[in-house]
């Protein structure tokens, strides 16, 4: 397999997550965006958004990171990345929409006010308004996380996709020193989830370069 990541980025860092767990050999790509290297015209052809992640593997081409995730986990099943029955595998995939539409949005627009590193690297600027927006959005949906983590170390029973998925953005402010003290069934998963091996090495290849 060859993976296309871009350095600094959460998303690339999440299939990153799901090749280390799932102990896929691959070979890394990667990329400046900020430099341009994803809007390089080869690697147009590969993801016509110019956008970080990609992932091919023989004759198949992949970008979004959720859907590169879903193709490990179903190719490698070996990993237990996704549960074995469909409505085991529609619960994740529920988790999956919930992280893309609703949380991940609210704690990158939080993490920009909070992380300078971030900033520098985007060349951003502060929002106050939309870190403001991020805050009450995230106030809503964290609390559908805690229940889920109520009586269970992971979303869906068993350490799947569904966990991978909220990985980088949720680091992003617990780096930042975001307050999960509300949340702290939130926090320990956070733990849990930010000491496994496989997000040590994808924090290495995807982040620890400076």
């Not at 029955?85 to 949005?105: D, E, I, K, N, Y």
């Amino acid at each position: 397999m060859d993976f296309y990541f871009g350095k600094n980025s959460g998303n690339s860092a999440r299939s990153a997550f799901a090749l280390y767990e799932a102990g896929v050999t691959f070979k890394p790509h990667p990329l400046e965006v900020p430099r341009g290297d994803s809007r390089a015209p080869g690697y147009l052809e590969l993801n016509p958004l110019g956008k970080v992640p990609a992932l091919v593997d023989d004759e198949t081409a992949l970008w979004e990171s959720n859907a590169i995730n879903w193709y490990i986990a179903a190719k490698h099943p070996e990993a237990g990345l996704l549960p074995a029955t469909p409505a085991g595998s529609a619960a994740v995939q529920r988790w999956l929409f919930f992280q893309a539409a609703h949380v991940s949005p609210a704690a990158i627009a939080i993490n920009r006010e909070l992380s300078a590193r971030h900033r520098n690297f985007w060349r951003l600027v502060p929002d106050p308004r939309a870190a403001e927006l991020g805050r009450q959005e995230l106030a809503r949906y964290l609390p559908v996380l805690e229940a889920a983590l109520a009586d269970s170390e992971w979303l869906e029973g068993q350490f799947s996709l569904a966990d991978i998925a909220y990985a980088p953005h949720l680091a992003f402010l617990v780096e930042g020193g975001y307050d999960f003290s509300s949340t702290p069934h939130v926090r320990s998963w956070l733990e849990r989830l930010l000491s496994r091996s496989a997000w040590q090495q994808a924090r290495a290849l995807v982040f620890d370069y400076y």
